[in-house]
């Protein structure tokens, strides 16, 4: 779906534009994206796998829930928006704990696409079961929960188990020490 998103500068910073998604991603203009963590009382980290359908890194596992902020959204609304979009859970503000932003650039697609994007990222507990969780197609083909102990492996052998985005490493290591911190 393309949407219209706010356009920030190279710090971050809202140039008072906005633009369809698409054009932000055909000439590399900076904008937000929200990333959000879900973590159990029991040490486990809720993973998404992207759709089939994904032009970018289809089928690999990744954040909980993600996706662009749309014009005019803050980032907490865009947080409770694509958290009921994605995988049909509702969550108040105060389930969201902000813990960081990520700037992310990468080109995909031998230029076609250049993501630059400033990932706000967020963690929440998740307290329902995943059986309950309703899965928006286009976006996710699957989700699983892992231990923290789980993750730290995958993600130590991603290079061979084509299971993560390889590119994101430090940021799945910030991720893992930041729930290890929550959860102990």
Same mark, same amino acid.
């Given at each position: 779906? @393309?949407?219209?998103? @706010?356009?920030?500068?190279?710090?971050?910073?809202? $140039?008072?534009?906005?633009? +369809?998604?698409?054009?932000?991603?055909?000439?590399?203009?900076?904008?937000? $994206?929200?990333? +959000?963590?879900?973590?159990?009382?029991?040490?486990?980290?809720?993973?998404?796998?992207?759709?089939?359908?994904?032009?970018?890194?289809? #089928? +690999?596992?990744?954040?909980?829930? *993600?996706?662009?902020?749309? *014009?005019?959204?803050?980032?907490?609304?865009? *947080? #409770?928006?694509?958290?009921?979009?994605?995988?049909?859970?509702?969550?108040?503000?105060?389930?969201?704990?902000?813990?960081?932003?990520? +700037?992310?650039?990468?080109?995909? @697609? &031998?230029?076609?696409?250049?993501? &630059?994007?400033?990932?706000?990222?967020?963690?929440?507990? #998740? /307290?329902?079961?995943?059986?309950?969780?309703?899965?928006?197609? @286009?976006?996710?083909? *699957?989700?699983?929960?892992?231990?923290?102990?789980?993750?730290?492996? #995958?993600?130590?052998?991603?290079?061979?188990?084509?299971?993560?985005?390889?590119? &994101?490493?430090?940021?799945? /290591?910030?991720?893992?020490?930041?729930?290890?911190?929550?959860?102990?």
């Amino acid at each position: 779906m @393309d949407e219209y998103i @706010d356009i920030v500068d190279k710090q971050g910073k809202p $140039t008072g534009t906005r633009a +369809l998604k698409s054009k932000a991603h055909k000439y590399g203009w900076y904008h937000n $994206t929200i990333h +959000l963590w879900l973590f159990t009382d029991k040490g486990e980290i809720l993973l998404q796998q992207r759709s089939h359908k994904k032009s970018i890194y289809p #089928l +690999l596992w990744d954040v909980s829930v *993600a996706g662009h902020i749309d *014009a005019g959204e803050t980032f907490i609304e865009a *947080a #409770l928006r694509e958290t009921k979009e994605e995988i049909g859970l509702e969550l108040e503000p105060h389930n969201l704990q902000h813990i960081g932003v990520f +700037l992310h650039e990468t080109n995909y @697609d &031998n230029g076609n696409i250049k993501d &630059n994007e400033f990932h706000q990222v967020f963690i929440a507990q #998740l /307290k329902v079961n995943i059986e309950e969780l309703v899965l928006q197609e @286009d976006e996710v083909e *699957a989700i699983k929960l892992v231990s923290l102990k789980e993750f730290e492996t #995958l993600l130590k052998n991603s290079k061979s188990n084509n299971h993560f985005v390889t590119s &994101n490493t430090a940021y799945y /290591k910030f991720i893992l020490k930041t729930i290890k911190q929550r959860h102990s």
